[in-house]
Structures are given as C-alpha cells and as structure tokens.
C-alpha cells in the first residue's frame, strides 16, 4: 500500500506553550481539509510545563499522522521552525504558533486558493484574540499579488501557507543567530521570490492570541 503525500504540513513550534495548546492543536484537530490530507511536525523546544508530554499524547490519538520532536532548548523560534521544515513531507508547509489557533476551513481553503492560482505563499486573514492584528491587507481578497503592489509588505509574520517545493529550491530556512525578526527575513524573501502570492481575504484562518500570562 502507497501513502500518499499529504497536501499540507503544519509545523508548530513549542515552548511553555500549555494551556494554550490544547485549543491550538484541537483546531488543527478540526479541520475541514481531511485527515488523509494533513500532517504535524511539532518540536518541543525544551518546555517544563508538560507541553512535551501533551504534544506526545496527542499524536497518540489523532486521526493523522504526528511526528513529535523533543530537544533542549534553542533560545528561540528559528530552529524549531527550520527542524519541522526539515521533516515536513506535505506539498506545502503551514507555520502554527502553538498558544495561536487556526480557522475551521483555514487549511482547506489556502491549499485551494493557491492550486487554483499556482501561488507560493498563501495569506490567510488573520484576527487579534486579546491582541491586535494586522488589518491593511485584508482589504480584498487577491488572486495573484506581489510585495510591489498590494499590502502584503506589513505582515511579515510566518503564519502563511508556502509551497514546499518552492522553499526548498531556494534553500530558505530560517536564521537561527537572530533572537527577533526571523520570520520577517523569511516572509519578504518569500515575497520577493515567490511566482505569485495570494491573500484570502474573506474567512478567518488565523486566530492571534494574546498570552495573559505575557510569555
């Protein structure tokens, strides 16, 4: 029997991340996209507040399949971020941060929105939760866009869909010398060298969470 090659990867990052993980891996749990379609690469970045052991129980129970990396700590979310790129099998690749959450239909439609449109990076719109998000470029909904002409330049956040194969070809992974800014690097790289970008508008597929605990 062939497994077939599932069309996302969800890579996500943890540490000290409970209770917050517990809603951010019930709404990969809760996708529309399918089971048979998705897969988690999730590292523990040295966590001591049972995020490990929870991470490790969920791939027990989930209905796809759960690679759960544990390593001491790397001081920040550049290697955690370039570990689970390094496992990911799926023909894209989704950055969650584990106290954030996702849309119930958010992996299902940024995965269609860029088959559709051949795009390399996908932005799904995103809402503050006890914070405030970034607003400009959810304006409307853009089939195919670039940096130089839409809003895309102010979130240059990793929380996007990439195509994989288009990460790889340019060997992009995050920098793990910088403390802050990593993902800014990566994003507008991304941007500038990416075969079109698409922004969905329409359906909250990113939920922002502000941490009450202010980690």
């Known amino acids: 029997m062939t497994v077939s090659q599932p069309d996302v990867t969800v890579v996500i990052g943890a540490y000290e991340a409970m209770p917050y993980l517990v809603d951010c891996l019930a709404s990969v749990e809760a996708q529309t996209i399918g089971p048979d379609r998705v897969e988690v690469v999730a590292v523990d970045d040295g966590s001591t507040d049972g995020t490990g052991e929870y991470l490790e129980e ?3 129970r989930a209905a796809f399949p759960v690679t759960v990396v544990r390593q001491d700590n790397s001081g ?4 955690p971020r370039n570990l689970g790129l390094s496992r990911a099998a799926g023909r894209y690749v989704f950055f969650l941060d584990a106290d954030d959450r996702l849309g119930h239909e958010a992996l299902e439609r940024m995965v269609a929105m860029a088959d559709r449109h051949g795009t390399d990076v996908v932005l ?10 970034p607003r400009s470029m959810w304006k409307a ?7 130089f002409t839409s809003n895309i330049k102010f979130t240059l956040s990793a929380q996007k869909l990439f195509r994989r194969a288009f990460l790889e070809r340019h060997s992009m992974r995050f920098d793990e010398s910088l403390w802050t800014g990593e993902d800014a ?11 079109g970008v698409s922004v969905l508008a329409d359906y909250t597929c990113y939920y922002l969470v502000g941490r009450e605990d202010g980690k």
């Open 58 to 60: 969920f791939a027990e």
């Open 76 to 79: 920040g979310p550049s290697g």
């Open 124 to 133: 799904g719109r995103v809402e503050g939760v006890n914070r405030t998000a």
């Open 141 to 147: 909904t853009l089939d195919r866009t670039d940096v």
């Open 185 to 195: 690097l990566f994003t507008m790289e991304a941007y500038l060298r990416a075969d």
